[in-house]
């Protein structure tokens, strides 16, 4: 079984940076895809970023530029460093592992980008 936990969201000025971190539990293969998504009430949920054993990245239109996940060696803690946060980047913020077939979530955090 795998388990993720979010931490390190908060409320921050438009400007502003966070860095959200997750930690994984569980037998996690090189081949895993790992990302973060969001979701804002009444909207479905999007991927912000994913990276894959080799290091290959990839991001949402709205946030490149902006913001940049990362994994460790060990690939049991994934981070997504949020910079130039602006309003719209407000949502909970989901922590994803994609193992073969199986898809695995953490409970989510909050990011609040308001003055």
């Known amino acids: 079984q795998v388990h993720l936990v979010e931490s390190g969201g908060g409320l921050v000025q438009p400007g502003g940076s966070l860095r959200l971190s997750c930690q994984i539990s569980?037998?996690?293969?090189?081949?895993?895809?790992m990302g973060w998504y969001r979701q804002t009430p009444g909207k479905e949920r999007e991927l912000v970023a994913a990276i894959v054993g080799g290091g290959i990245t990839r991001y949402a239109d709205s946030v490149k530029g902006r913001f940049a996940i990362s994994r460790n060696a060990a690939m049991n803690s994934v981070y997504l460093q949020m910079d130039d946060l602006k309003p719209e980047d407000t949502a909970v913020y989901y922590c994803?592992?994609?193992?073969?077939?199986?898809?695995?979530w953490g409970p989510g955090t909050q990011v609040t980008v308001s003055s």
């Open positions: 994803n592992a994609r193992i073969g077939a199986q898809s695995y």
């Open positions: 569980g037998r996690i293969i090189s081949s895993s895809v």
